[in-house]
Nanobody, 121 residues
């Protein structure tokens, strides 16, 4: 079974920083795109940042310049460093990845369970 497990969420004051981590496990042949989404009740889920296997990145305008997505393919891990956090960054953050499994070989879209980030004084 392939799964993604996030960590690093919590309560932070406005202007503070957090680093979210997401580790993939299971019978994985290759991980393609890895993404961070966030969801706040009453709002649509938002793609925050994305990174390809080759390291190309893309960011939502709402976090551009304040966040950095990175990955380590050998460790099957993706991170999201968030700085200058604002109350509107409060959300549940989900890791998402396109994963090719081995034995059997198939392509899956996998989601983590989410980690809550609360930005408040």
């Amino acid at each position: 079974q392939v799964q993604l497990v996030e960590s690093g969420g919590g309560l932070v004051q406005p202007g503070g920083s957090l680093r979210l981590s997401c580790v993939a496990s299971g019978r994985i042949f290759r991980i393609n795109n890895m993404n961070w989404y966030r969801h706040t009740p009453g709002k649509q889920r938002e793609l925050v940042a994305a990174i390809t296997a080759g390291g190309s990145t893309n960011y939502a305008d709402s976090v551009k310049g304040r966040s950095t997505i990175s990955r380590d393919n050998a460790k099957k891990t993706v991170w999201l460093q968030m700085n200058s956090l604002k109350p509107e960054d409060t959300a549940v953050y989900y890791c998402n990845a396109d994963i090719m499994t081995e034995f059997p070989v198939r392509s899956l879209e996998v989601w983590g369970q989410g980690t809550l980030v609360t930005v408040s004084s």
